[in-house]
């Protein structure tokens, strides 16, 4: 009985959304996980449709970790992972009715679901602009992360039916804003032509001396 009545209540929900959600998100956690692996050294190779070494110039680029810390090295691919795997979780309670529609529960979860994918998508979008203009490499697996972020976003807004756009729309340009800033703050961080700039120091500094002085310069340096 109560299963029955839980199920009109999820009546009015869009199903394929939600399914389509899970599937693209699975598709992402293969896509990221086999970075991943590949980073820590557990796959040897992957085959990359496209340009020879392509993935390889990319991912193996300074905009292929997150940061390094005493030699540890966490690769942007594992934060990838992670989105995904969130995103597959969330669809999943979703797609199996353990929430009824009505609860804020749900709502939390589809607001979960936006957010995350838009910051995702707009994230997805400054990493293809580096490899186009910074990294000159093409990489498959990058260019299908963005477009599953991009599909997943989408769909996002479609199953979630929010009744308040304008709530809907402030929210993802906060999101939005914020991603970019910070994503352009750690991109000029790790930029390696950032490396090449020399500060020149403040104080005074003697050139350097390449000749030998006579006597008569001696003494006169002497007696000043």
């Known amino acids: 009985m109560a299963l029955n009545i839980l199920k009109r209540k999820n009546n009015n929900d869009l199903k394929w959304p939600k399914i389509l959600i899970a599937v ?6 293969v896509d990221t996980g086999s970075i991943t692996l590949k ?3 557990i796959l040897h190779s992957l085959s990359c449709p496209g ?9 193996n680029s300074p905009w292929g970790k997150l940061f390094e810390f005493n030699q540890i090295i966490i690769p942007l691919s594992l934060a990838g992972f992670i989105v995904y795997l969130s995103i597959l979780f969330s669809s999943l309670i979703l797609n199996l009715n353990l929430i009824s529609s009505r609860q804020k529960a749900n709502r939390f979860i589809w607001w979960f679901l936006y957010s995350i994918s838009c910051a995702s998508s707009v994230f997805s979008f400054l990493l293809l602009n580096i490899m186009v ?30 009744e308040n756009r304008g709530t809907m729309l402030y929210r993802g ?3 939005a804003f914020t991603v970019l800033i910070g994503g352009l703050i750690w991109s000029n961080q790790v ?15 003697s050139p350097p001396i390449t000749t030998q002085s006579s006597l008569e ?8």
């Open 39 to 41: 980073n820590f050294g």
């Open 51 to 59: 340009l020879q070494n392509g993935c390889e110039t990319v991912l």
């Open 133 to 162: 203009s910074k990294i000159e490499a093409f990489c498959f697996f990058c260019l299908l992360s963005a477009i599953l972020s991009f599909s997943i976003f989408i769909l996002t807004i479609i199953g979630a039916r929010f």
């Open 191 to 205: 930029d390696p032509a950032k490396a090449n700039i020399v500060s020149v120091p403040n104080e005074k500094v």
């Open 217 to 224: 310069q001696v003494n006169f340096a002497k007696f000043l």
């Open 173 to 175: 340009i906060i999101i």
């Open 24 to 29: 693209l998100s699975t598709v992402g956690i």
